[in-house]
């Protein structure tokens, strides 16, 4: 690829696309742009026939090929021989070039065709696989084309990946606002089991929240659904809310309760079956683990009424999820 | 550590599509409990497990863990390797076993991620 020039001022922004480009220049292959079933010519065509299909397909060359073997490339040049020569009736295998033909290997990297293009000002290359059969043709505009479309997936990439929610409390004018996400946990249900606890750390993220928030409000609120998913009669239901200072996440079960909660509280304490001990869960160190992750964990259970799991985290003015102008104080 | 260097270093074959190799690793953990790797593990780290179930992609999810690797030449679920693809967590997999898995990467200079507990 052509080296920026030297003179031209480069703005941070402009630095860090250039190195995108020469970036995906070396990660591209040819083979993921090149087009396939390129036209391709026989050596006992006849050249008047070579004509007719450069001017019919708008294409200023074509390979070639005997049994899938590239044997040579018939350009503009070798048909004005043939032209000059008032010898159109001469098979193609006549004018052909068959030395020194340019050519790019399929598993390159589309860099390799760049080089090609710009050393021997050529516009168009045969692809070869690894057997020296020809796969297709490459061009310039076949490249930007790749790395155009490659751009653009990196650009949506990043624009989910700016999509945050986090002025949503913003505009809302109230004394106290908060938003509410509701689950519903089945009981043994270990297949979409963190399903819940992985949307929440999502939406938490998408907030505004930082990682260290949403990691200890995600491994909490996970340790809690499992909880539901291992130990729970009917299973049951885990609330998140969310407010700019504080999250507050609920898990309540109407069944079987907890006979002795300071002890389940206890790390390596664990009433779960081989079972579920299987399955990597049942180590007894759930609710313990809850316990670091929230500043502030609140368990009450009955035998035969349910449970109750209450778990807080507070959050830093700076922490703030959802408004940002808590972030700021006073902001016009 | 790169993603592709433990690759190489353990034998790994990936399962996962789409992985992207040069991903930064910082550390590792190595445990089948997914509960211990919940209260012990430290953001970004490969880790090492011998559960397959797609419970190690949610753990890994939650925790913030880069990659996860199958030891024993165990065959992932692929409920296990689908949710892996649709949380961007590479899974790669590796015919040894959890002692030399965690020895040779230990060895190549890749530090452990699990906090140290004082449980009693």
Known sequence: ?????????????????????????????????????????????????VLEML????????????????????????LIRALVAKDLDAPVSQYMTTTNILTVHASDTVVEALKIFSKYNVGRLPVINENGSLTGMITKGDITRGI?????????REEVRRYRASHLFEDIISDRSSLILRYNIKKGDFTRGGNASSNIKRALVRLGANQQIARRCGIAIYEAEMN???????????????????????????GPGIVNVELAKQAGYSTATD????????????????????????????PGKGTRLEMKIYLQPEESVGDTSYHYGDRT | MKLNDIIQIIDGTVCTEGTTQDVEIRGGCGADLMSDVLTS?????????????????????????????????KCP????????????????????????????????????????????
């Open chain 2, 41 to 73: 593990i430290q953001p970004h780290a490969v880790l090492l497990t011998g559960l397959v179930n797609p419970q190690v992609v949610r753990t890994a999810d939650m925790a913030d863990v880069s990659a996860i690797v199958f030891v024993r030449g």
């Open chain 1, 148 to 156: 155009l479309n490659n751009l653009q997936k990196d650009f949506q």
């Open chain 1, 275 to 302: 079972e579920i001990r299987e399955m990597g869960f049942g180590a007894g160190m759930g609710l313990f683990n809850i316990n670091r992750c929230v500043d502030k964990m609140t368990l009450e259970s009955e």
């Open chain 1, 228 to 254: 539901l998913i291992i130990h729970t009669t009917k299973g049951g239901i885990i609330r998140v809310e969310i407010e700019p200072h504080k999250i507050t996440m609920r898990a309540v079960d109407d």
């Open chain 1, 55 to 78: 001017r019919r397909d708008h294409i200023s060359g074509a390979p070639v090929v005997f049994s899938s073997d590239l044997i040579g490339i018939i350009s503009l040049e070798d």
């Open chain 1, 1 to 49: 690829m052509d080296s920026p020039s030297q003179t031209r001022h480069i703005s941070e922004e402009n630095a860090q696309s250039i190195s995108r480009v020469e970036e995906l220049a070396y990660v591209i292959r040819v083979d993921e742009v090149m087009s396939r079933d390129p036209k391709v010519l026989s050596p006992s065509m006849a050249m008047s026939d």
């Open chain 2, 77 to 120: 679920h692929p409920e296990t390797v689908s949710l892996a693809n649709q949380e961007g967590i590479p899974i790669i997999s590796t015919p040894l076993g959890m002692f030399e898995v965690c020895g040779r990467l230990y060895s190549a200079g890749l530090p452990s991620l699990e906090n140290e507990l004082n449980l009693i």
